[in-house]
């Protein structure tokens, strides 16, 4: 199951449990539902999940959604303190993607990690990631979300992907988990690349391509000197603000919508993602739009009246 997929279920419940959701969106939950047969699945295990955090007192539904190892299970009880604070339809966002909480290490969304390496590696975690470590295989799995890792040495380390693997060593490199693909930049050196069939590509400083269930993209140019999510710093040149939204709603946990007329507006800039409520209360003042909080997790921005 995807992140995606169970983003926009959680997306749909909490439409849904708001009250405000039209006979449209109704017809629109539907079609969404019946274009996929992943996303029906996704649908009713989040139906199934929200009934259960509902029926069961607090703490047994957090155990309901997975039988985690001794030392998770310390973490998922410090989680619990807030876990009735935020909307039933974020929390199932959150808990859907099972293999995340099995995971070695994992952020929630908005967090961001850096953990040194025994080996003087360095790996960054973005926003909703989850990975597992395996150091004595010199191997990485990214079961989600969006990494980077820095391997000084001539030891290579291997990232596994739902798509391929990438070999890095004396490297710089992000790897973004993507629902049809997986996006490879290089920032520094040069990296090994394997698609499902065994292929073997090498990207090299400056250069990004995506894995895909058939091979490896075209590769594309990027600006390695660039501030990013790993600056803590979410950057647009010229960027239509539909994209731009789109990227900043990975950083914020609930809802964001907007008007589709506020798609075609152009976004330059970079924006401290610390404060995501602070992008968009600047943002509103510069492009003329609102920002309607029905609470901090369900946010709608529409255009201002003249």
Known sequence: MSHEVARAAAQWLALLESGAATERDH????????????????WQKAQSLRQRLRDL????????????????????????????????????????????????????T???????????????????????????????????????????????????????????????????????????????GAVQVRDLAGQLTTLNSGQQASLKPHGLSARAAFDVQQLGWRDGVLTAQNQPFGDFL???????????????????LRVTGS???????RILTLLAQTLGFEVRARTRYWVTLSRTLA
């Open 27 to 42: 017809a629109n939950l539907q079609a969404w539902r019946d274009s996929h047969p992943q996303h029906e699945q996704t």
């Open 110 to 188: 908005g967090e961001r990690k850096r953990l040194p390496l025994a080996d003087g590696s360095s790996l960054q975690l973005n926003t909703a990631t989850a990975v597992d470590v395996d150091l004595a295989q010199r191997r990485i799995t990214l079961v989600d979300g969006e990494l980077a890792l820095t391997v000084p040495g001539a030891a290579a380390i291997s990232v596994h992907t739902r798509y391929g693997q990438v070999e890095v060593n004396q490297g710089d490199v992000c790897v973004r988990q993507l629902a049809s693909g997986c996006l490879v930049s290089v920032f520094k």
């Open 271 to 277: 924006f401290r993602l610390d404060d995501t409520d």
């Open 57 to 108: 007192p607090q703490a047994v539904a957090m155990a309901s959604l997975d039988r985690p190892q001794p030392g998770r299970r310390a973490l998922l009880k410090r989680a619990l303190g807030v876990a009735a604070l935020v909307p039933t339809a974020w929390l199932i966002s959150r808990q859907l993607p099972i293999e995340a909480w099995r995971a070695d290490l994992h952020t929630a």
């Open 246 to 264: 789109r990227e900043l709603e990975r950083y914020r946990p609930g809802v964001l919508r907007w008007d589709p007329s506020l798609e075609t």
